[in-house]
């Protein structure tokens, strides 16, 4: 049975491909879903892939994945700079964590240089685009075996 990875997508990620495309590119969220689908079959994993623009959603998605999932692939989008709610949540979770931003966020506004996910991630990928998602695939393979 391949290993499961949870794919978890903060606020307005729901809106990718449509909002700010010179930023975050025009893959909508259901290409970046079928391209990891796609992968982590060739990887010999298993992905589920949620999106919530709620704090509290993120929150109880991290929670589920505790029980189901063999690592976390986080994509945490605002949240990142603000949440400590996510951070303990990540921090419950056993497995590893990769934290994936589309953009480069340290060419960006400097409140966005601070990643409270980045405290417990095993990883950080930025401005990779959309791709990052998928290199985090690859690693979080070698990481969960």
Same mark, same amino acid.
């Given at each position: 049975?391949?290993?499961?990875?949870?794919?978890?997508?903060?606020?307005?990620?729901?809106?990718?491909?449509?909002?700010?495309? %010179?930023?975050?590119?025009?893959?909508?969220?259901?290409?970046? @879903?079928?391209?990891?689908?796609?992968?982590?079959? @060739?990887?010999?994993?298993?992905?589920?892939?949620?999106?919530?623009?709620?704090?509290?959603?993120?929150?109880?998605?991290?929670?589920?994945?505790?029980?189901?999932?063999?690592?976390?692939?986080?994509?945490?989008?605002?949240?990142?700079?603000?949440?400590?709610?996510?951070?303990?949540?990540?921090?419950?979770? %056993?497995?590893?964590?990769? %934290?994936?931003?589309?953009?480069?966020?340290?060419?960006? %506004?400097?409140?966005?240089?601070?990643?409270?996910?980045?405290?417990?991630?095993?990883?950080?990928?930025?401005?990779?685009?959309? @791709?990052?998602?998928?290199?985090?695939?690859?690693?979080?393979?070698?990481?969960?075996?």
């Amino acid at each position: 049975m391949p290993k499961l990875i949870s794919i978890l997508n903060g606020p307005n990620l729901n809106l990718l491909g449509k909002r700010q495309p %010179e930023i975050y590119g025009s893959e909508t969220l259901a290409d970046v @879903e079928k391209a990891c689908a796609a992968l982590a079959g @060739e990887l010999g994993l298993a992905t589920t892939f949620h999106q919530s623009n709620y704090e509290g959603g993120v929150v109880e998605l991290i929670h589920a994945a505790r029980e189901t999932s063999a690592g976390v692939i986080i994509n945490p989008a605002a949240y990142t700079h603000t949440s400590v709610a996510i951070l303990d949540a990540l921090n419950a979770f %056993e497995g590893p964590v990769i %934290e994936v931003h589309i953009s480069n966020v340290h060419k960006r %506004e400097s409140f966005r240089h601070h990643s409270y996910v980045s405290l417990r991630a095993d990883g950080v990928i930025a401005g990779l685009g959309t @791709e990052g998602y998928l290199l985090a695939l690859r690693r979080m393979k070698t990481l969960v075996g």
